[in-house]
Structures are given as structure tokens and as C-alpha cells.
């Protein structure tokens, strides 16, 4: 099981490759803190989005049609999940405006953003391994298992905010 020092670690350790992001611990800077990791999972996104602009360009260039609707629909998706990310009430006030933070408090905070990342990593990669190439009988199965872990990131995203509500 792990301690929390081991998830604070892992967490400052996965913050640290965002350029110019503080840490949660940084009491005066929490707020941009959020902001940055929020910024950063909608970018990821936003990524995912465009290749899968791209993909379906190439599959409507090789007459490959059937997909495109499917695909239209996936490319909503993760705007709408990108934008509630994006333009979530900034910095969560309640939570960040307490003169000192609980551990608990910000451990769950961790763990949130952890699961948080893990998702939009394994959407970006799912959504970058769909090719114009994919055996058409395939198409609707992977799609489908992108939209079930959008929504799974959409649940935790919602799990994340109320936690956020009732810390403040």
C-alpha cells in the first residue's frame, strides 16, 4: 500500500514536467497550481482531438466513410470533457483559500489528479493508435472503448469537483 509521502512523491514528480507549474504545497501558488494541471489534461485533449480531425480527413480521402460519424461524435466528446476541464471555476477557492490545508486534504487532492492524468494519457494514446488502416469491422469497437473511458474521466473529473465543494 502506498503512503502518502509515496503519492505526494509521485504526483510532484509528474508536476515537474509541466513547465513553469508549482506544487500544490506552495500555499501562495495553489490556485495557478490547478490551473497549470487543468490546463495541461485539456491540452492533452485537445491533442487527442486533432488527431482524430485528421484521421477522419484520411479516412474520407480513401472513400472510407462509415466511421465518420462515429468519429464526429468522439471529437465532441472530448471537446466537451476539454472545455469542462478548461473552464472549471478557477483554483476552487474553498479548498485553496483554507490558511492551512488538511494532508488528507490534499493526498485526495493528489490522488484525484493522478487518476486524472493516467486517463487523458491512456484516451491520447487509444486515440492516436486509431489509423485510416483499421480493419473497418474494428472501428466501432475501439471507438466505443475510447467514448467508455471519456466517460470514466468525466466520472472522476465530477467525483473531483465535488470533493473540491465540501473541502472548501
Do not use: C
Request: glycine content about 4%.
Amino acid at each position: 500500500m502506498e503512503t502518502s509521502k509515496d503519492l505526494s512523491d509521485k504526483v510532484e514528480n509528474w508536476l515537474a514536467r509541466i513547465p513553469g507549474i508549482r506544487t500544490y504545497r506552495d500555499r501562495e501558488h495553489r490556485r495557478e497550481t490547478d490551473k497549470r494541471v487543468r490546463e495541461s489534461l485539456a491540452a492533452r485533449l485537445d491533442e487527442a482531438r486533432a488527431h482524430l480531425r485528421r484521421l477522419a480527413l484520411d479516412a474520407s480521402q480513401k472513400g472510407l466513410l462509415e466511421p465518420l460519424e462515429e468519429l464526429d461524435r468522439l471529437s465532441a466528446h472530448l471537446q466537451q470533457l476539454a472545455d469542462t476541464v478548461r473552464h472549471a471555476s478557477y483554483g476552487y477557492s474553498g479548498i485553496f483559500d483554507l490558511d492551512k490545508i488538511r494532508e488528507e486534504e490534499l493526498d485526495r487532492l493528489y490522488e484525484f489528479d493522478l487518476y486524472l492524468m493516467d486517463d487523458v494519457d491512456a484516451i491520447h494514446g487509444e486515440v492516436t493508435d486509431l489509423k485510416a488502416d483499421l480493419p473497418l469491422e474494428l472501428w466501432g469497437e475501439r471507438i466505443r472503448e475510447v467514448e467508455e473511458r471519456l466517460d470514466l474521466l468525466q466520472r472522476r473529473y465530477d467525483r473531483r469537483k465535488e470533493f473540491m465543494a465540501r473541502a472548501g
